[in-house]
């Protein structure tokens, strides 16, 4: 997923993962995009400032490049 553009898991339209949570533009489903340390799976924390995004990684105490980093995206539950 990270070399190619994500898509949705419920109908397969390309997603924009600079979103944390989105509507899908094709089936309009709610969906989440959480990111995970490509080296230890951790839950990554998403660091913003002046349009640039980074992410830090808790378990590895480091920053992980976006072009690194592995995003599930789920249904956002109702």
Same mark, same amino acid.
């Given at each position: 997923?990270?070399?190619?553009?994500?898509?949705?898991?419920?109908?397969? #339209? #390309?997603?924009?993962?600079?979103?944390? &949570?989105?509507?899908?533009? =094709?089936?309009?489903? !709610?969906?989440?995009? !959480?990111?995970?340390?490509?080296?230890?799976? +951790?839950?990554? &924390?998403?660091?913003? +400032?002046? =349009? +640039?995004?980074?992410?830090?990684?808790?378990?590895?105490?480091?920053?992980?490049?976006?072009?690194?980093?592995?995003? +599930?995206?789920?249904?956002?539950? !109702?």
């Amino acid at each position: 997923m990270n070399d190619s553009t994500p898509c949705c898991p419920l109908c397969a #339209a #390309a997603l924009d993962p600079r979103h944390g &949570e989105q509507r899908c533009p =094709g089936c309009h489903a !709610e969906l989440r995009f !959480e990111a995970s340390c490509p080296d230890c799976g +951790a839950p990554l &924390e998403r660091l913003q +400032a002046c =349009g +640039a995004v980074d992410y830090f990684c808790q378990g590895c105490s480091s920053l992980i490049s976006k072009r690194r980093v592995i995003f +599930a995206i789920t249904p956002v539950d !109702e």
